[in-house]
Nanobody, 115 residues
């Protein structure tokens, strides 16, 4: 069972920045894709960004140009740098990690963008 520890959420004013981190441990198999999803109240969970162990990146159109995903393979950690935050970015952000045979979700971290 993979353990995921997320950090970095919080309250920020519009236009501000936050950096999320997600560290994975305990995987028996090589971790392939790491990513971030979010779920706003009353809405379905949606993809924000993913990155493969080869560095291939997929970013949602809604955050393209504002959010940057990166990973440290040696530390099994994925980061999400969020810039120019908007109120509509308010959501619980979840880390997801996919290995060869399984996937795991983090517990979620709240991001609130408000003045």
């Amino acid at each position: 069972q993979v353990q995921l520890v997320e950090s970095g959420g919080g309250l920020v004013q519009p236009g501000g920045s936050l950096r999320l981190s997600c560290a994975a441990s305990g995987s028996r198999f090589s971790i392939r894709t790491m990513g971030w999803y979010r779920q706003a109240p009353g809405k379905q969970r949606e993809l924000v960004a993913t990155i493969t162990n080869g560095g291939n990146i997929n970013v949602a159109d809604s955050v393209k140009g504002r959010f940057v995903i990166s990973r440290d393979n040696a530390k099994n950690t994925v980061y999400l740098q969020m810039n120019s935050l908007k109120p509509e970015d308010t959501a619980v952000y979840y880390c997801k990690v996919e290995s060869t045979f399984a996937s795991s979700w983090g517990q979620g971290t709240q991001v609130t963008v408000s003045s």
